[in-house]
């Protein structure tokens, strides 16, 4: 089974069916049904926190609970979490945050090159070993 990395910006907008990319979104994925969906703690707490603030505690939490128990739900380890930090700050000449930074960090030890998202910044780390989709 291929597995992805989904971004924040993924999974707002396929929930969401007001945002922007939300058809493009259901596409990729209706066109990928065995894709596996891999979910780090730093896009879920972005997730979690946006859907609370935007859409509803409610939502937030049902959706929380879709992403942590259907999905392959991975917590940052104290490494990975250093090896971020480190990135973060290596590529400071970039506007990339520290979820962009674990996403292209976890990529790389996971093996995992397709990160899907509509973040601008992992486009930019195309020459990194990331293929953002879709």
């Avoid at 058809?23 to 994925?29: E, R, T, V």
């Avoid at 926190?49 to 049902?62: C, G, N």
């Avoid at 104290?78 to 000449?93: K, V």
Wanted: with cysteine; glycine share 4%; proline share 1%.
């Amino acid at each position: 089974m291929v597995q992805v990395l989904v971004d924040t910006s993924a999974l707002v907008a396929f929930f969401v069916e007001s945002e922007k990319h939300h058809l493009a979104i259901k596409n990729y994925f209706l066109g990928h049904p065995t894709i596996e969906w891999v979910i780090l703690s730093t896009v879920f707490d972005e997730t979690a926190t946006w859907l609370r603030l935007k859409v509803s505690i409610a939502t937030s939490i049902e959706i929380g609970s879709v992403l942590r128990q259907e999905h392959r739900y991975i917590a940052l380890s104290a490494e990975d979490d250093q090896a971020t930090w480190e990135a973060f700050c290596r590529y400071g000449d970039k506007a990339w945050s520290y979820t962009d930074c674990s996403l292209l960090v976890m990529a790389q030890r996971l093996g995992i090159s397709d990160i899907v998202s509509f973040d601008q910044h992992i486009r930019q780390m195309a020459g990194l070993g990331v293929v953002c989709v879709p």
